[in-house]
């Protein structure tokens, strides 16, 4: 036995209880009126065409299934494959290529790339909340991966495309986002959204966080061009170990990634990073996690990115 021998991994019955009972804990909700009392299941029967978890509302009349209104809508895959990509990508601590997806289930490439994507929709958190509103420290450091788009390569990091990781010590939490530059004009509203003033700003000596610094309670650096990578509580380990799976994944798992997609690659990152075993969570309740965050999400073939 192992953990991919759960039912809902093979029957689609089982499949659809196990979601329900994700994103309806205490019971179905019509996504259509809302609704919680009066709803009712429809007994599947495929020779009539009446697919499995299906029901209908008394309020509004209206059929339903829990996929109804998140990014598995229209899903034409069976559910319980849906759900085994999700505990490949959620178990996966580098990523599980759009390739090997589509050996596994046994589905075309676009579909295996599709599906993976709304996989990273669903673990795109959306939380907005500032890093160190406790005073405590808060790291902020920048990478390079790939080149930008039509741009020439040469001497520097300006033909490089940029991403931007803040990590937060005390909740050990990563935000992470592609920038278009280095620039303080730049990074100084990403970082004043993201960081609270009051919070303990740790970076290397880059030059351009030297203004932004003066917007927190305090801006402490480590000077990694003189060897010098860690002082008492001052550095930025955290953030370049993250910077560490993240490129390991980015380029020996996915190996090609357009700018226009990062965005979701680094969602799946950060998903994994926040809900990792260290902390407390194991390979099963990161994937229900990253199943509860499929609500009000879609996206459509014709808009991917």
Known sequence: MSVLSAPYFHNEEAAFAKLESVIWPEGPVCPHCGGTDKIYAIKPNLTKRIRYGLKKCGQCGKQFTV?????????RIPLCKFLQAAYLMCSSKKGVSAKQLERTLE??????????????????????????GN????????????VEPGAKVKPGYQHKRKVLALVDRETKQ??????????PSTLGPILSANIAREAR??????????????????????????????????????????????KRGMKGVYQHCAKKHLH??????????????????????????????????????????
């Open 67 to 75: 996929k109804v209104g998140t990014v598995f809508e229209h899903g």
């Open 107 to 132: 589905v075309t490439y676009k579909t295996a790339w599709f599906l993976a994507h709304r996989i990273r929709e669903a673990m795109r958190s959306g939380d907005l909340a500032p890093f160190g």
């Open 135 to 146: 005073g405590g420290a808060v790291e902020a450091d920048e990478t390079f991966i790939g």
């Open 174 to 183: 990563v935000r992470s986002m592609v920038v278009d530059s280095l620039k």
């Open 201 to 246: 700003l740790m970076t290397d000596e880059a030059r351009h966080y030297v203004p932004l610094g003066k917007a927190f309670a305090s801006h402490e650096t480590v000077h990694h061009g003189a060897e010098e990578y860690v002082r008492g509580a001052v550095h930025t380990n955290t953030a370049e170990g993250y910077f560490s799976i993240f």
């Open 264 to 305: 979701r690659y680094l969602a799946e990152f950060d998903f994994r990073y926040n809900e990792r075993e260290a902390l407390g969570v194991s390979d099963l309740l990161r994937t229900d996690r990253a199943l509860s965050g499929i609500i009000g999400k879609r996206l459509t073939y014709s808009e991917p990115s």
